[in-house]
């Protein structure tokens, strides 16, 4: 036979490609895919049978249903391999479906906010830092050397009664104690730093003081530390009255009057006009127009004399204010332990 066409074998190879499209696409998944392959390419399939009978055919005609059966071969193969890649790939999208969390199911997740006082600390922070103070932290546990005697309060001072300590129970009995007020940490910073220095130094304090609506055993302050050269009280009344204006508002006043701390001389107690009544007197203030945040005072010369400082060259003026009443004040809370019951309902409002 020289017309190939013609033979029945040619006719049956050219059905075939027409029959693999229809079973290709009829596969809906990757195993009826292998089977129809099976079914196509496999020992019983007719390019296997036809591959198996070249042998008997003469040259010519071996040679054109041979290009046949190689041509037919790979449009199957293209065919499967096409629709394989379809199937693997809506067979991924599929498991993708099935394994995908559904996160609108679950609890909104319900965020906290900052403590009270911990947001008023870092808005004390901002106030001071922007009028171009440094921040510094020191220990807790502190040594009766920092918390006292540097300050010019040696042992049997009288003042000692004014902060009534926590002692630790570590090394030599009445050396380590819980720090009674962050003065300690300008000791610190003076020994460490040469003036000028600018500095506020906030953190917590305890004081064995009976809890009550302006008392509580642990509550938090902020230093206020300024060293340089030929620096007045009149310095330190106008930093005062400007950090009272940033802080509280341009509508708020501040007075000193004459105190006394054994490291500071002159010592003054820092006022502000009362932020309830703008200063004609009212419950929170008493009836005086006025509320107490903190003393303040110029450093005094027994305390550059503990840190070597030269007192002819340096002067400089220190401050200490009540974190959690001024707080309080800022707030309207009239009552200091309810900072610190932890009741979320009293703090949500914050
Ligand atoms: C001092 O602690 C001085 N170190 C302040 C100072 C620093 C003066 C630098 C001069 C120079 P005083 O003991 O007055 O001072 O405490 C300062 C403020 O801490 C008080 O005005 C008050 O606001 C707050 N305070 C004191 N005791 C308590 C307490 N138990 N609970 C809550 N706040 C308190």
């Given at each position: 036979?020289?017309?190939?066409?013609?033979?029945?074998?040619?006719?049956?190879?050219?059905?075939?490609?027409?029959?693999?499209?229809?079973?290709?696409?009829?596969?809906?998944?990757?195993?009826?895919?292998?089977?129809?392959?099976?079914?196509?390419?496999?020992?019983?399939?007719?390019?296997?049978?036809?591959?198996?009978?070249?042998?008997?055919?003469?040259?010519?005609?071996?040679?054109?249903?041979?290009?046949?059966?190689?041509?037919?071969?790979?449009?199957?193969?293209?065919?499967?391999?096409?629709?394989?890649?379809?199937?693997?790939?809506?067979?991924?999208?599929?498991?993708?479906?099935?394994?995908?969390?559904?996160?609108?199911?679950?609890?909104?997740?319900?965020?906290?906010?900052?403590?009270?006082?911990?947001?008023?600390?870092?808005?004390?922070?901002?106030?001071?830092?922007?009028?171009?103070?440094?921040?510094?932290?020191?220990?807790?546990?502190?040594?009766?050397?920092?918390?006292?005697?540097?300050?010019?309060?040696?042992?049997?001072?009288?003042?000692?009664?004014?902060?009534?300590?926590?002692?630790?129970?570590?090394?030599?009995?009445?050396?380590?104690?819980?720090?009674?007020?962050?003065?300690?940490?300008?000791?610190?910073?003076?020994?460490?730093?040469?003036?000028?220095?600018?500095?506020?130094?906030?953190?917590?304090?305890?004081?064995?003081?009976?809890?009550?609506?302006?008392?509580?055993?642990?509550?938090?302050?902020?230093?206020?530390?300024?060293?340089?050269?030929?620096?007045?009280?009149?310095?330190?009344?106008?930093?005062?009255?400007?950090?009272?204006?940033?802080?509280?508002g341009r509508q708020v006043q501040s007075r000193l009057r004459p105190s006394y701390f054994p490291f500071?001389?002159?010592?003054?107690?820092?006022?502000?006009?009362?932020?309830?009544?703008?200063?004609?007197?009212?419950?929170?203030?008493?009836?005086?127009?006025?509320?107490?945040?903190?003393?303040?005072?110029?450093?005094?010369?027994?305390?550059?004399?503990?840190?070597?400082?030269?007192?002819?060259?340096?002067?400089?003026?220190?401050?200490?204010?009540?974190?959690?009443?001024?707080?309080?004040?800022?707030?309207?809370?009239?009552?200091?332990?309810?900072?610190?019951?932890?009741?979320?309902?009293?703090?949500?409002?914050?």
């Open positions: 036979m020289t017309n190939s066409d013609a033979h029945p074998l040619v006719a049956r190879l050219d059905a075939l490609v027409s029959q693999a499209a229809s079973a290709v696409a009829a596969a809906v998944d990757l195993d009826s895919l292998h089977a129809v392959e099976i079914e196509l390419t496999g020992k019983r399939s007719v390019l296997v049978e036809a591959k198996k009978q070249l042998g008997g055919f003469d040259p010519d005609e071996r040679r054109e249903v041979g290009q046949r059966v190689n041509v037919v071969r790979s449009a199957v193969a293209e065919l499967v391999e096409s629709r394989r890649a379809e199937l693997a790939a809506m067979e991924r999208r599929r498991q993708l479906d099935a394994d995908r969390l559904d996160l609108t199911e679950r609890e909104p997740v319900r965020a906290g906010h900052l403590h009270l006082v911990t947001q008023a600390r870092d808005h004390l922070e901002d106030v001071f830092v922007g009028m171009g103070f440094t921040v510094a932290e020191g220990p807790e546990v502190e040594t009766d050397f920092y918390n006292f005697e540097a300050l010019n309060l040696p042992a049997s001072h009288p003042a000692r009664g004014m902060w009534d300590t926590f002692y630790v129970e570590l090394g030599e009995p009445g050396t380590v104690l819980l720090r009674t007020h962050t003065s300690p940490v300008q000791i610190r910073v003076m020994e460490a730093t040469e003036p000028p220095i600018y500095s506020i130094m906030p953190g917590r304090v305890y004081r064995r003081d009976t809890a009550d609506a302006t008392h509580t055993p642990v509550f938090h302050q902020i230093e206020g530390l300024v060293i340089d050269k030929g620096i007045s009280f009149a310095d330190l009344a106008g930093t005062l009255d400007a950090f009272t204006r940033a802080y509280f500071t001389e002159p010592s003054a107690e820092y006022d502000i006009s009362c932020v309830f009544c703008g200063g004609a007197g009212c419950r929170s203030c008493g009836g005086t127009g006025w509320l107490e945040l903190g003393g303040c005072g110029m450093v005094h010369p027994n305390v550059f004399a503990a840190v070597g400082y030269d007192p002819e060259v340096w002067t400089g003026f220190a401050f200490g204010f009540g974190i959690d009443r001024m707080t309080a004040q800022r707030s309207g809370v009239d009552d200091l332990r309810d900072l610190f019951t932890n009741d979320v309902r009293f703090l949500e409002q914050f």
